[in-house]
Nanobody, 125 residues
Framework: QVQLVESGGGLVQTGGSLRLSCAASGLTFSNYTMGWFRQTPGKERAFVGAITWSGVRTYGADSVKGRFTISRDNAKNTVYLHMNNLKPEDTAVYYC??????????????????WGQGTQVTVSS
């Protein structure tokens, strides 16, 4: 079955950096658009960004543009979220997700059929 396993979360100070990884198995990774979402308690899961099989990227909120970068390694079946200049408002559980529609870059939760379990990122002020 399809599994998405996130790693790399943790506690970091304001201005610090983290790299989240999401290792995928049970699917033909290069056929999927991979996305990242984040969620804080009491709020809806929010789109952070996504990357198609060929590397076309899109990002969600303006607040992450220029600070967050998504990349993927199709040989390793892994997608990454590089986060720089982290701020306390970036604190959230970060989820990796997979969209089976080739080359589509969707931002809706419903477009992504597979999800990881999430990894906590906490940014201290």
């Amino acid at each position: 079955q399809v599994q998405l396993v996130e790693s790399g979360g943790g506690l970091v100070q304001t201005g610090g950096s983290l790299r989240l990884s999401c290792a995928a198995s049970g699917l033909t990774f290069s056929n999927y658009t991979m996305g990242w979402f984040r969620q804080t308690p009491g709020k809806e899961r929010a789109f952070v960004g996504a990357i198609t099989w060929s590397g076309v990227r899109t990002y969600g909120a303006d607040s992450v543009k220029g600070r967050f970068t998504i990349s993927r390694d199709n040989a390793k079946n892994t997608v990454y979220l590089h986060m720089n200049n982290l701020k306390p408002e970036d604190t959230a559980v970060y989820y990796c997700a997979a969209d089976s529609t080739l080359a589509r870059v969707a931002t809706m939760i419903s477009a992504f059929g597979y999800w990881g379990q999430g990894t906590q990122v906490t940014v201290s002020s």
